[in-house]
């Protein structure tokens, strides 16, 4: 076996034990990859910081995105996304929301891209009262004026979309979990909820999917919202199928979140079918396809130790969790947290790759592992990249990495033409978030967007932090 010679001056220098190794195979050269356990910040996956936000009717409580803080997350912590829970307290009462909250959402957005993050978003009217069951009225918004606002809100959420890692349904009841309300349930008894009530709900569901992009997608609060609103089962069967998924339709974009994960045997109310692992089979299944997230709630043991913890977001396909609540669980898991760290959401390792240039066109035969608990949910653009000292060309090849599943080995097979500049090339390969790869670098920041927002694989030697490339340390040379 040989070692693999050093990469391009806008790599460096790799270190020998970092290098890939690499044999001659009848058709081409054969390079086996090593992976890390190092902490990746990857986009829309990992731990999350909750950033809400307030506007009173007297238009104050309005508490801004600070750039340096948001970009300290990403670059001290690895945490690439924040749950940006806008509070909407003084629309509650009028149907038109004033410009200037909507300038100061842009401004949010603006400080996200600056620093190099993603926004779980969601809206909300009322936080509780006093007291506890919270006291009436509750202080959220009748569907008509939701509706209307949502129509108010959609030029930022379209214009910003590129930012958005999910939007989380919102609006209804406190918090926006959709069960202390004063007009979508009964606010005497919140379990009752009327045929009305549910219409009126999916009404604020279909707002929100018509407002975003058909490549974006929603969560509900439990499972069941999404089964009875759209009319789909609970159990397994119920849950998306291969070929429905990301096929634009209503349910393949909703997904769910679980805001007191692990606090009791059904979740307080997370899960109400008989017996409630029904409810668990019809998340295992959907969550191949759309995202699960949420918080954690309060101890109960063992549930909420990490063995059970682990395997529970291992088979839900957990994507995010919140990184401050609830501290007594977190502090539960002891070190196992940084296996979360790794784990949540998607964990891409390359694991052989063969490489072979003839007649014009080269073949690159892939193979890479998913160790994360969950797959990418929105969708990513994959290119193999030929760069020299003077050339860099892309080339777009067919892949979804939203079906390279969670705990399977996936095997691509490309064959494409080669550069026309004749030379030798490195062979990396990008997986670029579509929407941001074309823009060039962050405001006040010499990092580039690709290599921010591009996906980087769990392996020793291969990434790009300059360009969001991974080296495939494999070469060919055309004519």
Not at 288 to 300: A, F, K, S, W
Not at 338 to 355: C, D, M, W
Not at 361 to 382: C, E, F, I, M, S
Not at 396 to 418: C, E, I, Q
């Amino acid at each position: 076996m040989r070692r693999l010679g050093t990469a391009l001056a806008v790599t460096g220098l790799l270190l020998p034990a970092q290098a890939a190794m690499a044999h001659d195979a009848p058709n081409g050269t054969t390079v086996s990859y090593t992976t890390n356990d190092e902490v990746i910040a990857n986009q829309e996956r990992g731990f999350y910081h909750h950033a809400e936000t307030h506007y009173y009717a007297d238009n104050s409580g309005y508490v801004p995105l600070d750039v340096t803080k948001l970009r300290n997350f990403r670059t001290q912590e690895h945490i690439t996304q924040i749950l940006r829970l806008f509070y909407l307290e003084k629309f509650a009462k009028q149907d038109v929301i004033d410009k200037h909250y909507l300038d100061l959402m842009q401004a949010d957005f603006d400080t996200a891209r600056a620093a190099g993050v993603k926004l779980i978003v969601r809206f909300a009217y009322a936080l509780p009262g006093d007291g506890w069951p919270p006291p009436t009225p509750y202080g959220d918004a009748p569907v008509s004026r939701v509706v209307k606002q949502i129509k108010q809100l959609t030029p930022i959420l379209r214009a910003n979309s590129d930012l958005i890692a999910v939007v989380q349904s919102g609006f209804v009841g406190l918090w926006g979990e959709g069960y202390y309300t004063d007009y979508f349930s009964n606010p005497a008894d919140p379990s009752q909820v009327s045929d009305q009530n549910w219409a009126d709900r999916k009404a604020v569901i279909d707002a929100l999917l018509r407002a975003l992009p058909k490549d974006r997608m929603v969560q509900v609060r439990t499972p069941y919202m999404k089964q009875r609103m759209y009319g789909v089962p609970t159990g397994t069967a119920g849950g998306l199928t291969a070929k429905q998924a990301y096929d634009g339709s209503a349910v393949a974009r909703i997904g769910q979140h679980n805001d007191c994960f692990l606090a009791s045997p059904d979740d307080f109310g997370t899960y109400l079918s008989d017996p409630i692992e029904l409810d668990k089979d019809f998340v295992a299944q959907d969550t191949n396809y759309v995202p699960e997230g949420g918080e954690t709630c309060g101890l109960d043991a063992p549930r909420s130790e990490w063995p059970s913890a682990a395997a529970e977001m291992a088979r839900l396909h957990f994507s995010f969790l919140n990184i401050e609540y609830h501290p007594d669980v977190l502090a539960s898991w002891g070190s196992n947290i940084e296996i979360a760290k790794q784990k949540l959401g998607y964990r891409f390792a390359l694991t052989q790759s063969t490489v072979s240039s003839q007649h014009g066109t080269v073949k690159v035969d892939l193979k890479l592992r998913n160790d994360g608990w969950a797959a990418p949910y929105n969708p990513r653009q994959v290119q193999l990249i030929f760069q020299n000292s003077k050339h860099t060309y892309k080339v777009d090849v067919p892949a979804d990495p939203r079906r390279w599943s969670a705990g399977a080995v996936t095997s691509l097979n490309w064959t494409v033409k080669a550069p026309p500049a004749p030379g030798k090339y490195r062979v990396l390969l990008n997986v670029a978030d579509p929407k941001l790869q074309s823009q060039s670098r962050l405001p006040g920041s010499a990092e580039t967007y690709n290599a921010v927002y591009a996906l980087r694989f769990a392996n020793n030697g291969t990434w790009q932090p300059t360009t969001g490339y991974n080296d495939l340390q494999q070469t060919v040379t055309t004519g």
